[in-house]
């Protein structure tokens, strides 16, 4: 903060008087001025560049703790409260499962039809008796639904 002070007001006063003013080194108001940010800092940037690629990679799924032991696995020392506190700064989240929604289930019954086949799914003819099925494949994307029809 005093640093940003001297080299805002550098034009106006001289360096020097204003870092004995300030109580602090001139060498370390131009250390900050060749690099501003400090070791730990560029390690943080580092590190959540490694993070964001790792979540990426996971399909964007991964929270803090597997990300974490992907770091561990890739070489990288660092302890799990950093990793969280880095994917805090960054936005990453883990994707959480499935919540149902609250709300009435069930509605109408469905209509039952008789059972014409009776069990008996060994047929003579082709196209006297077919059978289907339907379900549903949740994706990130959203739904997909699967219908199979199958002449016996």
């Known amino acids: 903060m005093k640093y940003a002070f001297v080299a805002e007001h550098r034009l106006q006063y001289s360096v020097r008087r204003m870092c004995r003013c300030l109580n602090i080194h001139p060498s370390g108001f131009y250390a900050w001025i060749k690099n501003p940010l400090s070791h730990r800092a560029r390690e943080d940037a580092r590190q959540t560049k490694l993070l964001k690629e790792a979540w990426n990679d996971s399909g964007k799924v991964y929270g803090y703790r597997k990300l974490h032991d992907d770091l561990v696995e890739q070489g990288e020392v660092?302890?799990?409260?950093?990793?969280?506190?880095?994917?805090?700064?960054?936005?990453?989240?883990?994707?959480?499962?499935?919540?149902?929604?609250?709300?009435?289930?069930?509605?109408?019954?469905?209509?039952?039809?008789?059972?014409?086949?009776d069990r008996q799914f060994d047929v003579a003819v082709p196209d006297t008796a077919w059978v289907s099925d339907i379900t549903y494949i949740k994706t990130y994307e959203g739904f997909l639904y699967l219908a199979v029809v199958i002449d016996l």
Do not use: H
């Open 78 to 117: 660092s302890c799990p409260n950093r990793i969280a506190r880095l994917t805090r700064l960054a936005g990453i989240r883990a994707q959480i499962g499935y919540k149902r929604k609250p709300g009435k289930y069930g509605g109408r019954p469905s209509v039952v039809v008789d059972n014409t086949l």
